[in-house]
């Protein structure tokens, strides 16, 4: 962000996996990001052919040392002053996450309002698809430094040691959690044949329901983290935030859906990102609300 342009949005540093072929870690969220009008410095954590859903691939992985200087490098070059946030996602190793709690350290003390979001890119329903290592470093190390955290619900019961069975477990592991706000994708609605994103702030719990898509293709969560950031840096109230990345994500997703893709076509519908041709309702979650499906 440059002194001379004070309306210049500010830089964001991505670190997450990099794919060929795909649209999921940086691929998804920098794509967003630089639609949204959000400069991007991007770090990938390993690179792959594709997704490794789609079946086994090559992992080059940087030398720990490597990244980590990588990372050191960027938190003292002569330009950190432009960054406003950091969003974390896919990493390879738990030295990685050493690398990202020093650059975000470091970032705070340039810009104490900088904003850093962890994705914790850890697992799904089928349980960890990284080493338990790393995701107990992603919990203890990165986890109690984020400002938003936005884990799938597996996830987060993960970190919570328990399974939940309805909306209120999910909201209690949430504020438990330590961020000032969580994202909690994948998470009970309300309504039977749907899904949702579940906000959980001071003040406010929100939940946002939308129908469920049969096979969905990879990044959704990558595509939820940075679009829900691109809005908290413009402004948006957490309202607005969760109802507008929702419908985005949800447009896009169908779109996909509906010409057979087997990899989010987020370059297609890139109208999506600021203006989603989906609604999506609001509604305030009670305190002590059992409701939900599983």
Not at 35 to 42: D, E, I, M, R, T
Not at 208 to 230: K, M, S, Y
Request: proline share 7%.
């Amino acid at each position: 962000m440059s002194p001379a342009d004070p309306s210049a949005k500010p830089a964001v540093i991505v670190i997450s996996s990099h794919v060929a072929r795909g649209s999921v870690g940086n691929r998804a969220a920098v794509f967003a990001l630089e639609s949204l009008g959000y400069p991007v410095w991007a770090v990938p954590t390993v690179i792959l052919p594709w997704h490794p859903g789609h079946g086994p691939a090559t992992r080059i992985v940087p030398d720990d040392e490597a990244f980590t200087a990588l990372l050191r490098d960027l938190a003292g070059s002569p330009w950190l002053g432009e960054v406003g946030a950091v969003l974390s996602g896919y990493l390879a190793s738990p030295a990685q996450t050493r690398a990202v709690a020093a650059l975000v350290e470091t970032a705070r003390q340039r810009n104490p309002g900088l904003l850093y979001v962890c994705d914790p890119v850890m697992g799904d329903f089928g349980g960890l698809y990284v080493a338990e290592a790393l995701a107990g470093a992603i919990r203890d190390r990165l986890i109690p430094l984020a400002d938003i955290a936005t884990p799938n619900r597996y996830e987060l019961e993960w970190m919570a040691r328990r399974p939940f069975n309805d909306i209120a477990a999910v909201v209690d592991a949430a504020r438990a959690l330590g961020p000032a706000t969580v994202l909690v994708t994948s998470a009970q609605a309300r309504e039977a044949g749907a899904t949702a994103n579940l906000l959980v702030r001071e003040g406010a719990t929100l939940l946002a329901e939308h129908g469920l898509i049969d096979n969905p293709p990879n990044g959704l969560g990558d595509l939820t983290a940075a679009v829900f950031l691109a809005r908290v840096l413009a402004g948006a109230s957490a309202a607005d935030a969760l109802e507008s990345t929702t419908a985005s994500v949800y447009a896009i997703l169908a779109g996909t859906a509906a010409r057979g893709g087997d990899e989010l076509e987020i370059e297609t519908d890139a109208h999506h990102l600021v203006d989603p041709a989906v609604s999506v309702r609001i509604q305030a979650v009670g305190a002590g609300e059992r409701g939900g499906t599983r």
